[in-house]
């Protein structure tokens, strides 16, 4: 299990380059408009959205994890602390088949619990979007 941070930045080139010197490892996708990194240590998924306007930082929040079984209980979980809860299996988004559940905060920010199944071409699906067109996750 590790968390997912997912900001969003205005210079895509820029920033891969300074993550991959602050945690010492190399972008692990990169599609127009989007990056990736996995960080061993501290556990994280570092996600990147390039937007022309990027003054509000932060895209969303997320735990990925290696076992279905943990989506599902973190869905139980939520429902039973009273919390609106959206699950999907095989959702594309940010280049990847995913197992989800997504809950927000009362301030919007939005929180997924999601297990990675396999890499897409496209942001959601397999076609390739423009890069003008990822905005964020979900």
Not at 5 to 11: G, T
Not at 60 to 69: P, S, Y
Not at 87 to 101: D, H, I, R, V, Y
């Amino acid at each position: 299990m590790r968390l997912q941070l997912a900001l969003n930045v205005a210079d895509l080139p820029a920033t891969i380059d300074y993550y991959q010197r602050l945690f010492g490892v190399t972008v692990a996708k990169t599609k127009p408009g989007y990056a990736n990194f996995e960080v061993e240590q501290p556990p994280l998924k570092l996600v990147l959205f390039e937007t022309e306007d990027a003054t509000d930082r932060l895209n969303h929040l997320g735990v990925e994890v290696f076992d279905n079984k943990l989506v599902k209980q973190a869905a139980e979980q939520q429902k039973a602390a009273g919390l609106e809860v959206t699950e999907t299996e095989a959702e594309g988004c940010c280049f990847a088949s995913q197992n989800k559940t997504v809950t927000y905060a009362p301030d919007g920010t939005m929180w997924e619990w999601y297990l990675k199944l396999e890499d897409l071409e496209g942001f959601d699906g397999p076609q390739a979007a423009p890069a003008a067109e990822v905005k964020g996750c979900c």
